[in-house]
Nanobody, 122 residues
Framework: QVHLVESGGGLVQTGGSLRLSCVAS????????MGWYRQGAGKQRELVAG???????NYVDSVKGRFTISRDNAKNTVSLQMNSLKPEDTAVYYC????????????????WGQGTQVTVSS
């Protein structure tokens, strides 16, 4: 069973930056697609950014140009650099390792971290 641990959340003012990191235990990290999801209060969980094992990336429209996802396979780490943060980015951010053949939009399967809170004050 893979264990994912996120870090880097916190409180930041509008326009500020944060960098989230997620470290995965176990082997096979380099073979798996990884994603960052978020869930705001009263909202559904959504995919924020994803990166495949081939380093192809995708982003939700609302964060394009502001967020960057990256991975370091040597350290079993996936990161999310968040710049120009807005109050609407406030949410709990989750790291996810997709199952083989899994879908970004289907939350079933794979492994999830415990989440890290990001709060952007106006």
């Amino acid at each position: 069973q893979v264990h994912l641990v996120e870090s880097g959340g916190g409180l930041v003012q509008t326009g500020g930056s944060l960098r989230l990191s997620c470290v995965a235990s176990g082997s096979g990290f380099s073979l798996r697609s990884m994603g960052w999801y978020r869930q705001g209060a009263g909202k559904q969980r959504e995919l924020v950014a994803g990166i495949t094992n081939g380093r192809n990336t995708n982003y939700v429209d609302s964060v394009k140009g502001r967020f960057t996802i990256s991975r370091d396979n040597a350290k079993n780490t996936v990161s999310l650099q968040m710049n120009s943060l807005k109050p609407e980015d406030t949410a709990v951010y989750y790291c996810r390792m997709l199952p083989f053949g899994g879908s970004w939009s289907d939350p079933a399967g794979g492994s999830w971290g415990q989440g890290t809170q990001v709060t952007v004050s106006s």
